[in-house]
């Protein structure tokens, strides 16, 4: 009866039964045991069956699970969003907290409208964006992935029609050339009237690519959305909580934007929540102008047992050697990755971080790489072209060099090495 996501409700490739997990590994019901390059979607960053973050979920259990957030409060979602406050830069100082990083898009693209309009202009409704960019599989969400590699082509036309410049290409500060923005800054020069925001995903394009791009990027959108009285909203939900080496990938640019989403790794992949945070001008003007209130309101917004194991979560990384150990597996990832990009078959190597990338020049055969990947104890899920990993920060040298091992191996057996 289950209709897995991206696959058809038949003839599919048999997903693998997980009956434990622990750590980074996980148990499959017949035995075998796997390391997890993925962290569940980059979420699980503390490992699976963690002691601390279990404690979390029981403790607030035993207070309440739930209760609705319209006209009550508790304290793990205050307690959350002081934390939020204090780990992002200054000038985002409201929390807004919501479902998934899906549903803190579809927030930040209405907070960005709802402001404008508050301001008079209603007529900046627009987004503008970069291709190759992927925020979700919601409505809002979808209409700013690129519009061709962003999985939701299907959808082109009904949803809402935003602004799209070429994806930049430079990857560091130092081979910097203005080209790599002209597009964008033309984009944002001829629209901005009808632009409410740019909505990016700081350095690296997750699902649309696994591509990396440099920080002077960033700096350039937000002087030009300074420039042209723009929003800027950094989605940081998949590097958000150390994943490239920073606590945010903003900071690489030194730059903060006026609206920030985060998600994935928010409770150490536990619970399913999501959190955006703005700023005093914003939250303010929106609440003074009619209808005075951000229109806005899930049910499970702000659950409490996801904002404990949250809270939890975010102590756990602060109090964590995260910044050595996302280092360690970068050199790693150098290590056993960078040779491949010699061998015929492999368009090129990216690393970033704590996320390491092979992009094949064909698209792997998922059925029977995967199958390699679980043969050799490993798990790790490609799609296209890309066989990419982020494994949980606590992975041991030992289990990382087996999972990279695994990997390197199984993609040379991809491509008849």
Not at 123 to 148: F, N, S, W
Not at 179 to 204: C, K, N, S
Not at 269 to 279: D, I, N, Q, S
Request: hydrophobic share 45%; net charge negative.
């Amino acid at each position: 009866h289950v209709w897995h996501p991206y696959a058809p409700v038949e003839g599919a490739m048999p997903p693998y039964p997980v009956q434990h997990a622990q750590g980074v590994h996980l148990t499959l019901e017949d035995g075998r045991d796997l390391i997890d390059g993925m962290s569940s979607w980059w979420s699980v960053i503390h490992g699976y069956n963690h002691p601390v973050l279990n404690n979390a979920a029981k403790e607030q259990l035993d207070k309440m699970s739930h209760v609705m957030f319209g006209g009550l409060t508790h304290r793990p979602a205050a307690e959350l969003a002081a934390r939020l406050v204090k780990l992002t830069p200054e000038p985002l100082q409201r929390v807004f907290l919501c479902d998934s990083g899906s549903v803190s898009v579809e927030v930040a693209i209405k907070m960005a409208i709802q402001y404008w309009h508050a301001k008079g202009q209603p007529g900046k409704q627009r987004m503008l964006t970069i291709r190759r960019g992927y925020h979700g599989d919601t409505c809002g969400a979808m209409a700013v992935c690129d519009p061709e590699t962003g999985m939701h082509h299907l959808f082109t036309d009904v949803l809402s029609k935003h602004f799209f410049a070429d994806a930049p290409t430079v990857v560091n500060d130092a081979d910097w050339q203005d080209d790599d923005i002209a597009g964008f800054r033309e984009l944002l020069e001829t629209h901005h009237e009808q632009i409410a925001a740019v909505i990016l995903e700081p350095l690296v394009q997750g699902a649309g690519g696994m591509r990396f791009y440099a920080p002077e990027y960033l700096r350039q959108v937000r002087t030009l959305c300074d420039t042209h009285k723009v929003l800027f909203i950094a989605a940081e939900i998949a590097t958000g909580f150390g994943r490239t080496g920073t606590m945010f990938a903003c900071e690489q640019a030194n730059i903060s934007p006026d609206i920030m989403c985060l998600g994935k790794a928010i409770t150490g992949g536990y619970l399913t929540l999501a959190a955006v945070l703005t700023t005093e001008e914003i939250s303010r003007t929106i609440s003074t102008n009619a209808p005075n209130a951000f229109m806005h309101g899930p049910t499970f917004m702000a659950n409490p047992l996801a904002c404990a194991v949250a809270n939890a979560s975010i102590d756990l990384l602060l109090d964590s050697p995260w910044q050595e150990r996302i280092a360690a597996m970068s050199n790693a990832f150098a290590q056993h990755l960078l040779p491949c990009q010699s061998w015929d078959g492999i368009a090129e190597v990216r690393i970033k971080g704590g996320i390491g990338v092979l992009e094949l020049e064909q698209p792997v055969n998922m059925a029977a790489i995967t199958k390699r990947f679980v043969d050799k104890g490993v798990w790790i899920r490609p799609f296209g072209k890309l066989v990419y990993v982020m494994p949980p920060y606590i992975i041991s040298d030992e289990e990382l060099n087996q999972l990279l091992t695994a990997m390197t191996a199984a993609v040379a057996e991809e491509l008849d090495l």
